[in-house]
């Protein structure tokens, strides 16, 4: 399907737009608006930044991001696996680091949607970004400990190290903030779905929470004042940007570049399965690229397309990018009218809220496929990918996942299934297929699969024995890909083939596989009366032929 321009969208979207409409996208907005309210608090402070900070992304996110993405259920902000990433990198490079990665990094996504290169993310395989999420929960779960049990742990490099610290001993449980997160734990756990349906669990959570914790008079740690206004105090500035030391940021850019792509196509393949409405990856990525660039300069963090809204969007009824807009305008209204209240949050009830979400964003259902039907290389993927995260520097973690992507990817397409079989006269005669059954030596060899350089192996084994062999015919009719290592292994054959007499013959070859023959020489050297529509073709010339290389 042809990209379509973003005003292309625009018309598609707001064709026959009505009062009811805007109701329902009025009604969306509001709705994912509350839930998306303590979850760019959570993630703002996750992130190694402030709530406000957080609190600003998710703003300017559902209004740049909503206004040029590429389809109109995609809810944009600060979300979980980003905040993974980012705490390692303000623990690295303070906030500046993340604002200049970040920056840099929509400069990147935009190049890539501009070149058109978003189909090239979905290549990597399901496991792979399965491993990867389970690790970046495993990270925000590990990461929100302290503020869970209301104490300070030494920083570390990794998610990993940071656990087994814990084991150490050397610290004494704030007993009054580990009863505020459990009590964010349970009602997010405890509270029936229908419920949650009208007002969100993790919100009222905080509410009681913070509730509890002013009643009580507890002396918890708190979020604290949030700016009312878009400006933050502490935000990039173009003569704070490092020039001179920009090769520094390569690896943070990279690993943002990929989880934002990442994230924000996948949001885009769940929704476009809720809505039957196809997601313009390119143009989705053009807008995650602008966004971001953007971003820092108002002092928030990076952003990316989140699954867990964009649904809740399309659930409540969503019907056009406008319900981003208004989700967008809400949440900046509650900077406004309710700054004072989300100032007193207690940390650990944003933990809480963190740490059911973390669990909740594993990719249950793929994990249970994967290890309940025993897809070895599935687990093997997934159980690497995950491990890396935890334990390496994100960065690294990125470049195991994909270069074990690559493997994964060769592994499942190296295999060619090659059938070799002797020409049977009578089967012939029975279709109806006159032969002379002059030549008895003649076989014919279905391959079905991709015939290159990881398959020359396979191609080369099965013909390792040509002994009587005077005709041989190989159907291609399964084989739609073939590079130049695939030509030189035909083209040995055939040399083998001629030197005892032989000849090779073809059926079924597909036009763009027939065409890299040609331009490797093959279709020259063995001729273009070797090619026939079907096997059964080729037997009969070479019959009609009189078998003369026989």
Partial sequence: MPRRSLSRLYQDEFLNYSLARFQQDLLAGLTVAAVALPLALAFGVASGASAAAGLVTAILAGLIMGLLGGAPYQISGPTGAMSAVLIVLVARYGLEGIWVAGLLSGALLLVIGLLRLGRFIAFIPAPVISGFTSGIALIIFIGQIDNLLGIKTPATETAAQKFIGYFHGGFVPNFQALTIGLVVIGTMLLMPKK???????????????????????????????????????????????????????????????????????????????????????????????????????FGGVPATAAIARSSVGIKSGGQTRLFSIIHAIGLLLSMFLLAPLMARIPLAALAGVLMVTAVRMNEWDAIKFIFGNRFKTDMIAFTITMLATIVLDLTQAILVGSVLAGAVFLNKIASIDINVQEVDIDRLKQKGIETEGKCQHVRVAFLTGPLFFAATGQFNEAFADLKETHALILSMRGVSLIDTAGIEAIHRLYERLHKQGGTLMFAGVHDNAKQMMERGGLVKTIGEDNFFWSSDQAIVEAERRGCKFC
Avoid: C, H, K
């Fill in 195 to 297: 419920w949650n349906a009208r007002f969100p669990a993790s919100l009222l959570g905080l509410i009681l929470a913070t509730l509890l914790n002013y009643a009580l008079n507890w002396s918890t740690s708190m979020i604290g004042a949030i700016p009312q206004t878009l400006f933050l105090e502490q935000r990039l500035s173009l003569a704070n940007i490092p020039f001179m030391n920009l090769a520094d940021f390569i690896a943070p850019i990279l690993t943002i570049t990929a989880l934002g792509a990442v994230e924000s196509l996948l949001a885009g393949a769940v929704g476009s399965n809720m809505t039957g409405i196809r997601l313009q990856a390119n143009q989705e990525l053009i807008a995650q690229g602008i966004g971001n660039m953007l971003i820092p300069f």
